[in-house]
């Protein structure tokens, strides 16, 4: 097996637990990194059934699952390393899920799981701009062959788009402060590279604070360049619709957006969480929470990978037609 470039699975048993994974079935890794989940649920599918594994990164490629992972191989991915037989990566967007099943010809899943964290192998790589801890390029785009970097948006977003932006995404109360600011620097040189940005911002943030609204700045912008949002609602939406009847969606979430939009399709069968009814008032919605309350990591887990202490797990099932 090749060494991973990615991070340890956050809720691994939690996560594909809630799949209750039927031998046969097919099942969808919307978000394989590492490959860690991935590896998991073919080891239970146990040489049966396919699974689907979707990234944008080519990074993610490295860790293609080869046939001395989990079980026999006749294929081979474009590097020429015999793949799993049971396994397909496909390295596109998640929001082109349900164009990529029709292209499979697959019309319904048994199961969808997604992880939603930023790995820490992107927070990791100096050269990609992700983290204020290293002087990089402000790029921070997650597929590298294509859209906006993040340093197209602080020299090229208005004062009020900007402002927007960090408040929306980052929920960052002074953000029109720091609108104001960016635009003025801007004038004088080009924001290029994430120390260019923060010696522009730093003034703002207090300092018992700085670090974690310097983190939530830089994840407004992250959002903003991988269209973040709009992709997730795409892909839930397409999830529900080719789930089958008591087919299982498992959503690991970080931040308090994308656990709305997960936890509102879920109760409403809507992003938006408006709720329909039916004549007799009852909701109609085509998902039932498994779980009321969002899994957790326990204490073990969070000394463990400090990354998971804001991850919350949602568990939902397909309900019968």
């Not at 929306?168 to 104001?180: C, F, M, P, V």
Request: glycine share 6%; aromatic share 8%; no cysteine.
């Amino acid at each position: 097996m090749e060494e991973q470039t990615y991070h340890i699975p956050v809720l691994l048993k939690e996560s594909i637990d809630g799949l209750d994974i039927k031998q046969g079935g097919v099942y969808v890794d919307v978000t394989f990194g590492g490959g860690g989940h991935s590896r998991e649920i073919l080891r239970r599918l146990n040489g049966t059934g396919h699974l689907f594994s979707f990234d944008q990164d080519e990074d993610a490629e490295r860790n293609i699952i080869s046939k001395d992972d989990t079980a026999s191989s006749n294929n081979t991915d474009n590097t020429g390393k015999e793949v799993n037989a049971n396994f397909t990566f496909v390295r596109s967007n998640f929001r082109y899920l349900k164009n990529w099943m029709r292209y499979y010809g697959i019309e319904q899943i048994d199961g969808l799981l997604a992880d939603l964290g930023v790995s820490s192998h992107h927070f990791d790589d100096e050269t990609r701009g992700f983290s204020f801890r290293f002087d990089a390029p402000l790029d921070m785009r997650m597929n590298k062959r294509a859209g906006i970097t993040a340093a197209d948006i602080v020299n090229t977003y208005d004062e009020r788009q900007l402002a927007d932006l960090f408040y929306l995404y980052g929920e960052i109360k002074n953000s029109r402060q720091i609108a104001t600011g960016i635009v003025k620097a801007r004038a004088q040189r080009n924001i290029s590279t994430t120390q260019d940005l923060l010696d522009v911002v730093q003034t703002y943030f207090k300092r018992e604070r700085e670090k974690k609204d310097m983190a939530k700045l830089f994840q407004a912008l992250r959002i903003e360049v991988n269209h973040e949002m709009q992709a997730l609602r795409e892909m839930l939406v397409s999830a529900t619709e080719l789930l089958k009847p008591n087919g299982r969606l498992s959503v690991i979430t970080y931040h308090s957006l994308e656990d709305r939009m997960v936890k509102n399709i879920i109760k409403t069968g809507n992003i938006e969480g408006r709720r329909e009814t039916d004549f007799f008032g009852k909701t109609n919605t085509p998902l039932s929470a498994v779980n009321n309350k969002p899994i957790l990591p326990d204490n073990d887990e969070q000394e463990r990978n400090p990354r998971s202490r804001s991850a919350k797990l949602r568990i939902a099932v397909k309900n019968d037609e």
